[in-house]
């Protein structure tokens, strides 16, 4: 297909969840990121990513500051282990800086207080045990991203599309995003009218008549 516009690349995938994504391909999936919140519609966003080398977290506010609105942060914590870098106040100052969302490859705390701003937040899993002020290496921006799972390893870079709900998290290069566009729109659009024929039967009371038809 032709390049299109990356805004409106963003906008079409919007429309799309990851689910039908996933019927396509598995390149770009992150299997273990999942949502901290119910997500129910799907956040599109270019990556700005993040790469902690110790428990020195500036680069965080750092990138909180020079990112784009509607820009996604994606985090490489998998330094730290089980302790969580991303949180509450954290997801205030993204708020503030109009992001679409946070991915930490790592762990998230102050759970309840991010379920209650609302705000998309991704990760590894949840932790008590948290990052404080340290002298260490510093992170660095716009690095890219080795993301290991098993024997799958995904490189994360900076400009590549996010696509987010609540069945998981692609992470997807402009160019791959462009090829896959009309098949995943073709594959929603039948997937959603079989689904919205089944829902209307279901409603009515009509299932048997439904599948009589078929």
């Given at each position: 297909m032709n390049d299109i516009d990356i805004n409106d690349l963003m906008?079409?995938?919007k429309e799309i969840g990851t689910s039908t994504i996933g019927h396509l391909t598995g390149e770009g999936y992150l299997p273990d990121i999942k949502a901290l919140n119910p997500c129910t519609a799907t956040i599109v966003g270019r990556v700005l990513t993040v790469q902690l080398a110790s428990d020195n977290t500036n680069v965080i506010n750092q990138a909180l500051i020079q990112a784009a609105p509607n820009?996604?942060?994606?985090?490489?914590?998998?330094?730290?282990?089980v302790t969580a870098c991303w949180g509450a106040l954290r997801t205030c100052a993204a708020i503030y800086e109009k992001l679409s969302a946070v991915i930490v490859i790592g762990q998230a705390t102050d759970s309840v207080q991010i379920q209650q701003l609302g705000f998309p937040v991704f990760a590894q899993g949840i932790s008590a045990v948290t990052t404080f002020k340290s002298d260490h290496i510093q992170g660095t921006l716009a690095s890219d991203i080795a993301y290991r799972f098993g024997e799958q390893t995904t490189i994360i870079r900076s400009g590549d599309i996010a696509m987010m709900d609540n069945?998981?998290?692609?992470i997807l290069p402009v160019d791959v995003a462009q090829q896959l566009l009309s098949d995943c729109q073709k594959k929603h659009k039948k997937d959603e009218m079989k689904f919205q024929m089944f829902f209307e039967a279901y409603r009515n009371n009509q299932l048997d008549k439904l599948f009589e038809s078929q």
């Open positions: 906008d079409a995938y820009d996604v942060l994606c985090i490489d914590a998998q330094v730290l282990g069945d998981g998290v692609f």
